[in-house]
T-cell receptor, first 116, second 116 residues
């Protein structure tokens, strides 16, 4: 049972344009969401996160939107740069009650390619 | 600042041989520690997590085991490797404050394991 899904395996965007990466989840207990960026043969790098009490969080060129009713979140990158080309993973945590021990459930990833 | 180390970076092992991968964290105390595996073309699968010395929780049944002999050391082992154990192994840590665990996890550089 895939509780976190990234239905687009890949996305291609022109430099300077907006990149929108999508993620859906099924577990209503998830209340904290994160995005990671991963280059080949390296560990994932934390990008941005959002708590379920918010619907938007912004950090520089990166903005994450959360739609709890649709169980959907998205990562917007504006403007996109060639260096953003990587695999992007969304992840979710059910932290209510403090017993999750920070365990994350990851999506399958989306390969973003930004063309110069 | 905190850093996380993993070694070796790459490993080629024959089927049936033992395995030991090591992960150490610097700059923090009493972290949560995690082992993940990324199979080719797949997302990150949580294998084990630890909330303290000697405390190991397994997420999936498998041919692997984990140990935490020291606060900032996490070891992934196998007595006899299978072909299906090939993959990219990642160690991660997360911090805590006031008894609650932070959701953000920070990953090491990973170990590429090939079982032949």
């Amino acid at each position: 049972d895939q509780q976190v899904k990234q239905n687009s395996p890949s996305l291609s965007v022109q430099e300077g344009r907006i990149s929108i990466l999508n993620c859906d989840y099924t577990n209503s207990m998830f209340d904290y969401f994160l995005w990671y960026k991963k280059y080949p043969a390296e560990g994932p790098t934390f990008l941005i996160s959002i708590s379920s009490i918010k619907d938007k969080n912004e950090d520089g060129r990166f903005t994450v939107f959360l739609n709890k009713s649709a169980k959907h979140l998205s990562l917007h990158i504006v403007p996109s740069q060639p260096g953003d080309s990587a695999v992007y993973f969304c992840a979710a945590s059910a932290s209510a009650g403090g017993t999750s021990y920070g365990k994350l459930t990851f999506g399958q990833g989306t390969i973003l390619t930004v063309h110069p | 600042s905190q850093t996380i180390h993993q070694w070796p970076a790459t490993l080629v092992q024959p089927v049936g041989s033992p395995l030991s991968l090591e992960c150490t964290v610097e700059g923090t105390s009493n972290p949560n520690l995690y082992w993940y595996r990324q199979a080719a073309g797949r997302g990150l699968q949580l294998l084990f997590y630890s909330v303290g010395i000697g405390q190991i929780s397994s997420e999936v049944p498998q041919n692997l085991s984990a140990s935490r002999p020291q606060d900032r050391q996490f070891i992934l082992s196998s007595k006899k490797l299978l072909l299906s154990d090939s993959g990219f192994y990642l160690c991660a840590w997360s911090g805590r404050a006031s008894g609650r665990f932070y959701n953000e996890q920070f990953f090491g550089p990973g170990t590429r394991l090939t079982v032949l």
